[in-house]
């Protein structure tokens, strides 16, 4: 396998897959303003979507969407060590976590590197950082968010938590979500 990814981007969460399921991965960096590799491919011709993380498989199929990739790379562990069995309510509900944090936190990310005005980039980090009240309940009443251990579905938490410290300044996570803070300490 070979990911096309650039730190410190959502690629990260692929990356700790890999290492967690003890999957060997190649490493492709695409610089992110030029969207161009290490050999100076362009991103577009890998993936006609233009973004990362991509994954190319070894039957040199492509898959894009991070959490596409980590839903397929964790079911290719026998073991099933970061996911569930497919059909049943604990994959649902890693699912459910997967589709949250890809479309009401990781998309609404990327508006913080368009060019929008003072007062809309405010709105986008408030609505991004509000977005954590959802782990901080589950993360009350269990270690992890699914089935009481790590899964694909922390994984992800943990880059949108390290991503919105990273773009929001200020962002007091102990003091808002200290369950989600204790996590990070946990998992980190």
């Known amino acids: 396998m070979r990911l096309y990814?650039?730190?410190?981007?959502?690629?990260?969460?692929?990356?700790i897959l890999a290492r967690e399921a003890g999957m060997p991965i190649e490493l492709t960096k695409v610089d992110p303003l030029t969207r161009r590799t290490q050999d100076g491919r362009l991103l577009v011709e890998i993936n006609p979507k233009n973004c990362m993380p991509v994954l190319e498989r070894d039957d040199g199929s492509i898959l894009t969407e991070t959490a596409v990739i980590l839903d397929?790379?964790?079911?290719?562990?026998?073991?099933?060590?970061?996911?569930?069995?497919?059909?049943?309510?604990?994959?649902?509900?890693?699912q459910e976590w997967m589709v949250y944090f890809a479309t009401e936190q990781h998309k609404l990310a990327?508006?913080?590197?368009?060019?929008?005005?003072?007062e809309a980039k405010q709105a986008v980090k408030a609505r991004l950082t509000d977005r954590f009240a959802l782990?901080?309940?589950?993360?009350?009443?269990?270690?992890?968010?699914?089935?009481?251990?790590?899964?694909?579905?922390?994984?992800?938490?943990?880059?949108?938590?390290?991503g919105c410290l990273h773009l929001v300044e200020g962002f007091d996570l102990a003091g808002r979500y200290p369950k989600v803070e204790a996590f990070m300490t946990r998992v980190s």
Do not use: N
């Open 110 to 118: 990327t508006l913080l590197f368009w060019d929008i005005g003072g």
């Open 135 to 162: 782990p901080e309940e589950r993360l009350g009443k269990a270690d992890f968010l699914v089935a009481d251990r790590f899964t694909i579905a922390d994984i992800y938490l943990l880059v949108m938590v390290r």
């Open 72 to 94: 397929w790379m964790s079911a290719q562990d026998a073991q099933l060590r970061c996911t569930a069995p497919a059909r049943t309510d604990a994959h649902l509900r890693i």
């Open 5 to 15: 990814w650039s730190p410190p981007m959502a690629s990260l969460a692929i990356l």
